[in-house]
């Protein structure tokens, strides 16, 4: 269980802004992916597919960094710092949920055989310039 988001940080997250996931690779360097996120209560959700290199990373450390800038005024931006839990339950319909939100419309189809996953962040620290 993380700590709880401020409303000005769940206007970030609720909002159409793009976030920016940092994960650590093997050999404990950083690895980068903009991301569609969305929000459950205190909790980030976003969806990816199974065995991609991000996905390796969180299961191997599930400590990450996430943030959000806000797509009208970049200088109002959050840093969420957390732990992920993965589960396979979901991913698809996340996935389209998110592309609605971004995109208005569904998000297609994967690769044949590819396992979309939802991953939550549960916050232990967030930072920014929000207000």
């Known amino acids: 269980m993380g700590i709880p988001l401020s409303d000005a940080v769940r206007d970030l997250v609720d909002g159409k802004n793009y976030a920016t996931l940092a994960t650590i690779n093997a050999d404990g360097g950083p690895q980068t992916s903009a991301m569609w ?11 990816t597919v199974a065995g991609r290199l991000k996905d390796r990373n969180m299961r191997r450390d599930p400590r990450v960094s996430v943030t959000i800038m806000d797509r009208a005024d970049p200088e ?12 396979s339950d979901g991913g698809r319909e996340l ?3 998110l592309s609605w939100k971004y995109d208005g419309k569904d998000a297609g189809e994967d690769a ?9 962040v549960a ?8 207000s």
Not at 112 to 120: E, H, I, L
């Open 37 to 47: 996120v969305g929000r459950d209560g205190d909790e980030l959700l976003f969806s």
């Open 76 to 87: 109002r931006y959050t840093e969420i710092r957390g732990r992920v839990t993965i589960t």
């Open 95 to 97: 996935d389209d949920t």
């Open 112 to 120: 044949p055989g590819a396992v979309r996953v939802v991953v939550r």
């Open 123 to 130: 916050a232990d620290k967030v930072t920014g310039h929000v």
